[in-house]
């Protein structure tokens, strides 16, 4: 059997994601016209598939007609609410991320921009086989979110759930950088060895539970899953059971092998970059300065 270049995409997708899918039907979402919240004056229209302690709901303010997404925590979560809250906050000042509109502390209700498009999962679904995106949208993509980890890194916040079901890309190709739930001060990152994240795109010092020494390398490292994902349909990391990470062992080599193996003919600047981002060592992974695009 080949590394994970022979896994298609919808049993990617079924390992990664079909247990919160799983919850999200068996819990169920209200019917859409339906639904208000009349403390806030919006009126839900839409529901997306989101996790189960939330709903995430797409919306119109009854009187400008606006349309915004809304975030809501169940009210035994509020500690959730908070966190995603105070990082977000933290986030905003960049184009590329996910713009916070309002929030509402007695609801556990956070209102943010609607971002117009699709995650970058659902975008590649679309595809035709082998799935992946095009070299100059890759390019784009990873110029805007290595823009956005300087940024994060300036403000001390590490995301810690970069993947590509929160990443949207737009009609323009302009990507926005999507929910803060996971996200840490550095100070935080480094005193927390749970394993959080995606499947598939979380550091090899994550999975393994090792201190985290450089808590911004923890986001490249998943950036690079995401945009190695795009690129040739693989990742270093194959998670069928939450079991460990299977191929951080070859190291950097490992992206040769799966350009070989895709048989994609890719510029070899950008394999080399994908190699530097996906070092399984932090402390000698490429930091987002020293990325020239
Ligand atoms: N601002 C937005 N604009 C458009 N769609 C959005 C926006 N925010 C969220 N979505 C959609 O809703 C989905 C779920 O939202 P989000 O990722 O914030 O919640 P979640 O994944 O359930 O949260 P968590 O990661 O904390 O479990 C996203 O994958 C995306 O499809
Ligand atoms: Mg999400």
């Not at 990082?87 to 991320?97: E, F, I």
């Not at 929910?179 to 598939?200: H, N, T, V, Y």
């Not at 990742?235 to 350009?259: M, V």
Request: charged share 20%; glycine share 6%.
């Amino acid at each position: 059997m080949g590394i994970n270049m022979g896994s298609c995409l919808a049993a990617f997708r079924d390992r990664c994601f079909s247990f919160w899918n799983l919850l999200v039907s068996a819990w169920g979402s209200p019917p859409s016209d339906t639904v208000t919240y009349p403390e806030t004056g919006y009126k839900v229209l839409d529901m997306y598939p989101s996790a189960p302690f939330c709903t995430v709901a797409l919306a119109r303010h009854e009187k400008s007609g606006e349309l915004v997404v809304l975030k809501r925590f169940h009210a035994i979560e509020r500690d959730s609410f908070a966190r995603e809250l105070v990082m977000l906050r933290r986030a905003q000042g960049h184009d590329n991320v996910n713009c916070l509109r309002a929030s509402w502390p007695s609801s556990h209700l956070l209102v943010l921009d609607y971002v117009e498009g699709q995650c970058l999962i659902d975008v590649m679904l679309n595809r035709e086989p082998p799935y992946v995106l095009p070299m100059k949208m890759v390019t784009g993509i990873t110029r805007q979110l290595v823009s956005v980890l300087c940024h994060l890194k300036a403000r001390d916040v590490v995301h810690n759930d970069i993947s590509p079901e929160n990443i949207i890309v737009r009609p323009d190709r302009g990507v926005v950088l999507i929910d803060f739930g996971l996200s840490m001060r550095s100070a935080e990152r480094k005193a927390d060895k749970s394993f959080i994240g995606k499947p598939c795109f979380i550091a090899p010092e994550v999975t393994l539970r090792k201190t985290i020494e450089e808590p911004f390398s923890v986001d490249m490292y998943s950036l690079g899953s995401v945009l190695c994902y795009a690129s040739l349909l693989a990742t270093p990391y194959e998670a069928p059971f939450y079991s460990g990470s299977l191929y951080h062992h070859k190291g950097k080599d490992i992206i040769k092998i799966f350009a070989e193996q895709s048989g994609l003919k890719l510029p070899g600047d950008f394999l080399t970059l994908l190699a530097d981002m996906l070092d399984p060592n932090p402390t000698t992974r490429i930091a987002c300065e020293a990325i020239t695009l």
